[in-house]
Nanobody, 118 residues
Framework: QVQLVESGGGLVQAGGSLRLSCVAS????????MGWFRQAPGKEREFVAS????????YYTDSAKGRFTISRDNAKNTVYLQMNSLKPEDTAVYYC???????????WGQGTQVTVSS
């Protein structure tokens, strides 16, 4: 059973930084596609960034380009999302997800709250 546990959220002022972590367990992740998503109050969940466990297929939503960096540490089974120059509109619950074949995200974490104050 795949388990994803996020951490690193919190309250930060606009312009600040946070690093989210997602620890994955339960199996060998091979070439899984790992993604970060977010959901703001009253809005639908949206894609933020993705990376293959092997390190390729790095993509960002337009609003994250130049500010966020996704990375992974295979030895720690952890995927990171470094978020810089945070804006109030980045406020959301951030979720880590795993897609075994890259076609659909079948596994989700419980989420971590990020709040950016103006």
């Amino acid at each position: 059973q795949v388990q994803l546990v996020e951490s690193g959220g919190g309250l930060v002022q606009a312009g600040g930084s946070l690093r989210l972590s997602c620890v994955a367990s339960g199996r060998t992740f091979g070439n899984y596609l790992m993604g970060w998503f977010r959901q703001a109050p009253g809005k639908e969940r949206e894609f933020v960034a993705s990376i293959r466990w092997t390190g390729g297929s790095i993509y960002y939503t337009d609003s994250a380009k130049g500010r966020f960096t996704i990375s992974r540490d295979n030895a720690k089974n952890t995927v990171y999302l470094q978020m810089n120059s945070l804006k109030p509109e980045d406020t959301a619950v951030y979720y880590c997800a795993a897609a075994p074949t890259g076609r659909s995200y079948n596994y989700w974490g419980q989420g971590t709250q990020v709040t950016v104050s103006s």
